[in-house]
């Protein structure tokens, strides 16, 4: 692990929502990121 890994697990020990807000971030990009690769794909093909 590098050292800088416990300074962030107590601050965000220290600051739940912090850590609540940056998952919830990281949700989004994905489930937004996946709805437009599955748009990108379904326009590509010609029914």
Known sequence: MFPGSMNLL???ND???VF???V???VLA???ISMFVSVHIFEKKEW
Request: aromatic share 34%; hydrophobic share 75%.
């Open 10 to 12: 107590s601050f965000l």
């Open 15 to 17: 600051n739940p929502f």
């Open 20 to 22: 609540a807000g940056i």
């Open 24 to 26: 919830l971030l990281f």
């Open 30 to 32: 994905v489930f937004f």
